[in-house]
């Protein structure tokens, strides 16, 4: 009776020892996500017709720059006085400038230029005569020019990409604005990471698609 008495008690303490441990552990907390397609935001323009994906857009009429891209739909790039091209602007986040020559105004466009049945070349998305290089990807035909400028310590350069085929010509520019390291104290501004920077340009272009326009 006894050893059954203390099997029992043993037992009791065990499934106590057991419920306790349980339910005295704190639950573990929810780890956040850095799944990039999770964060994605999709932007669609009815007035051109497409969409692209970017890492988080907001849309904004403010001159302060914001964490995320910002889309001006307002955007008129301007070729040269006689040439004016519309389309819609997205600037890049300000962190990705912070402390480096990078300027905050730098941004990739999505622009339309009429061709009434003419190739839609990338030349025509810049002033002056450039070069062109025919490249495909992902059994796309791009039409690809560059442009390069400089003045009071500032850089700019231009790649358009156009799309073959279209019509209106649809094209997508890469506009980066930075200064000349050289130009601050030792240790006060770091390069920037063009080739980030590109890639990302590069991620947001190749996520195009092109809607009908009514």
């Known amino acids: 009776m006894k050893k059954y008495l203390a ?15 349980i339910y005295d552990t704190p639950a573990p907390e929810p780890v956040p996500s850095n799944d990039a397609e999770t964060m994605s935001v999709i932007y669609s323009s009815s007035a051109i017709g497409f969409s692209v994906t970017l890492p988080g857009v907001v849309a904004s009429t403010s001159d302060e720059y914001s964490d995320s891209y910002k889309v001006d739909e307002t955007y008129v790039y301007q070729a040269s006085p006689a040439k004016v091209i519309p389309g819609v602007k997205f600037t890049i986040p300000e962190n990705m400038a912070t402390g480096t020559n990078l300027s905050r105004d730098s941004y990739v466009s999505v622009e339309s230029l009429p061709v009434s049945g003419q190739s839609c070349k990338a030349n025509i998305f810049l002033d002056g005569t450039h070069d062109i290089v025919e490249e495909n990807q992902n059994d796309i035909s791009y039409s690809v020019a560059s442009s390069s400028g400089a003045g009071a310590g500032n850089r700019y350069d231009e790649t358009v990409y156009a799309i073959g085929g279209t019509d209106p010509c649809i094209a997508v520019r890469y506009f980066l604005h930075y200064t000349v390291v050289q130009n601050y104290p030792e240790g006060t501004v770091r390069e920037f990471d063009r080739d980030a920077l590109v890639k990302e340009f590069d991620s947001i272009r190749k996520s195009l698609v092109l809607k009908e326009t009514k």
């Open 7 to 21: 099997s029992v008690v043993i037992l009791i303490v065990v499934i106590i020892g057991v419920t306790y441990a």
